[in-house]
């Protein structure tokens, strides 16, 4: 799985600047401004820092960096969306934009129906592999599950 995230992430950081080189707007992404300011933290947080922390086959086998790699690739995500929503609206406006109440509401309430979808699909759907608690016997072969006592103070 770490393998596939580093190739994806090169291929994708590497798409995304020679995109910008061929439109000939890669110096605007270094540029002193927020729309670059944004691409710059996209890039680090999404692409470059994840890319270091699964660079060796030992740190790709690292669930532990797994995940902060997966995490980071997220906030990258999320970082480019706001950046083209938010500081991309901002210039075309040429003014300053911050999302209402209303519209945070929304976004939250849809982040949270995703992740309800995804508990009842947990639960109900054979997505994860069944997992023995260690130390308990098995009922299928036919061994008696230990019996709790109560104990009285």
Avoid: C, K, W
């Avoid at 190739?7 to 020679?18: C, Q």
């Amino acid at each position: 799985m770490g393998r596939a995230l580093f190739g994806a992430l090169s291929v994708y950081g590497a798409v995304r600047l020679l995109d910008l080189a061929r439109l000939g707007v890669i110096g605007e992404a270094f540029a002193r401004t927020r729309e670059a300011a944004f691409f710059q933290l996209e890039l680090a947080l999404g692409v470059v820092i994840p890319m270091a922390l699964l660079a060796s086959p030992a740190m790709r086998r690292n669930s532990g960096r797994l995940y902060a790699a997966a995490l980071m690739v997220v906030a990258g995500l999320v970082v480019n969306r706001l950046n083209v929503s938010i500081t991309g609206l901002e210039g075309a406006l040429g003014g300053h934009y911050v999302p209402a109440a209303a519209e945070v509401i929304v976004t939250l309430m849809l982040v949270a129906v995703g992740f309800a979808v995804f508990a009842l699909a947990a639960r109900h759907l054979p997505i994860f592999p069944a997992v023995e608690a260690p130390g308990l016997t098995d009922r299928a072969a036919g061994a008696a599950m230990p019996t709790p006592v109560a104990v009285r103070p």
